[in-house]
Structures are given as structure tokens and as C-alpha cells.
């Protein structure tokens, strides 16, 4: 008698394989629409700054006005800033560049909880897929500024910091603001993941944590100050290998 057992076959007796596979098989179009859809109607949004936050963060947090400040001064100087769309931090952001010189975008997600758009918005994209709506959030950005957050703002910290380690995607500059909070994870990382080997101690300097306004601003300014905005040659060669 074999040791080994066999798994049972799990069927949904309304779906057969065929119809299932031709059902797959559409999605990969729904989501190469997805992707065609975004970067046509984002092409021209450059600069532009990504700004992260929580959802749940309330209007008359401290955290909200803050983002809002610094989204206005990025907005001023020119640069479009784009956020999840949402409410709390995403809509303080949004509201801050609304009032500014420059576009407010939201690329929004469909989720059945907690998103809905908030109105602060020149241009909105709505996303099925997370991972087409991240793309888009690195592919347009010349900055990331990365307010206190969640699990899909730590996911979203972490995808930057991974592609621009592993040069999958070109350094840009990666600002967590609100230094009380973020403080316990960057030490982390230096005690556990450099003292452990699973970084590099050069890695740590992919991150900037920044609590002024002006100094967000100033330190984006800063590291393309001896080049343009525009992806490099090499650069652009490798967003579109994203």
C-alpha cells in the first residue's frame, strides 16, 4: 500500500476547468488593460512625488495637517503629488496639492472596505489589482515620502526600498517624516538586518526620515540637484523593465 495520499480534488461544481481557464484567461487582459489604461493617462504627471499615509488618520490629526502642509509646498514647487486617493493621509495629501500650483492625482483601489475617493483630485485612476496600481506609484515618482501607516503603507515602503536595492528601479529619494514614529523601525533595521547580514550598511542610506516641511522639499531638490527630473538614459531603461 503507498505512504502516500492522494489529495482530494477540490472542483466547484459550477465552474468547469474550461470555463474557469477562459476565465483566467480574460483577466490577464482586464489587467494589461489596467496597466495600458494608467500609463496612458499618467504619461505627462512628471515630476511628481509619491505620498503614503493611513487611511484611518482623522482631519484634525496633527499627522493630516502635516501632510497637507508639505503636499502644498511640493505642489508649489512644482511637482505633481500622487497619493492612494483615499481618505485620511491620502486625502490630505490630495487636498494639499489640490490648493497648489501643480496636479493632485489619486490612483485609487477598488476595495469592499475603507476606500473611497476623496474629492481633492485634477486626476483620478481606479485600480482592480494592487500590483498594477503600485507599479504606477514607483514608475511616476521622483520621490517617495512616506507618512505613518499601515500595513499597505509599510508594503508599499518596503517595494520601494526593494527595487531601488536590488536596481530594479532607479534611486530616488525615500523620506519617512514623523521621526517619533518611524524611529523604532529604522532602528530595527540597523540593529537586527545590518547587525544580522541581511542588509548592507550602505542600504541604510536609501532611507531619509524628515520632519519639516521645507526639508522634504529641499532634500528632493537636493539629490537631483546636479540632474534633471527626468529619468537618465540607463534610468528609463530600466522602468521599462520594471
Not at 26 to 43: D, H, N, P
Not at 155 to 162: K, N, P, R, Y
Request: hydrophobic residues 45%; negative net charge; glycine residues 8%.
Amino acid at each position: 500500500m503507498s505512504k502516500h495520499k492522494k489529495l482530494p480534488k477540490i472542483v466547484d461544481p459550477g465552474l468547469s476547468a474550461v470555463s474557469y481557464n477562459a476565465r483566467e484567461a480574460w483577466r490577464i487582459f482586464g489587467i494589461m488593460a489596467e496597466f495600458v489604461e494608467a500609463t496612458e493617462r499618467l504619461a505627462e504627471i512628471r515630476p511628481a512625488v509619491s505620498i503614503f499615509g493611513s487611511a484611518r488618520t482623522k482631519q484634525d490629526d496633527p499627522r493630516y495637517l502635516l501632510t497637507e502642509r508639505i503636499a502644498r509646498l511640493l505642489s508649489d514647487a512644482g511637482f505633481s503629488v500622487i497619493s492612494g486617493g483615499g481618505p485620511g493621509i491620502m486625502e490630505a495629501a490630495n487636498k494639499g496639492a489640490y490648493y497648489g500650483k501643480s496636479p493632485s492625482v489619486g490612483l485609487n483601489i477598488q476595495l469592499p472596505h475603507e476606500q473611497s475617493g476623496n474629492p481633492y483630485q485634477d486626476v483620478s485612476q481606479t485600480f482592480q489589482h494592487f500590483f498594477a496600481r503600485k507599479f504606477m506609484f514607483v514608475k511616476c515618482a521622483a520621490a517617495y515620502v512616506v507618512m505613518p501607516g499601515g500595513f499597505g503603507t509599510l508594503d508599499e515602503l518596503m517595494e520601494a526600498l526593494t527595487l531601488v536595492q536590488t536596481g530594479k528601479s532607479r534611486k530616488i529619494p525615500i523620506i519617512l517624516v514623523d521621526s517619533a514614529f518611524w524611529q523604532g523601525l529604522v532602528d530595527w533595521f540597523r540593529d537586527r538586518l545590518v547587525v544580522d547580514g541581511m542588509i548592507s550598511p550602505d542600504d541604510m542610506n536609501l532611507i531619509q526620515v524628515i520632519d519639516d516641511p521645507q526639508a522634504v522639499v529641499d532634500a528632493i531638490f537636493k539629490h537631483y540637484e546636479t540632474r534633471g527630473f527626468k529619468p537618465l538614459a540607463e534610468e528609463h531603461e530600466l522602468m521599462l523593465n520594471l
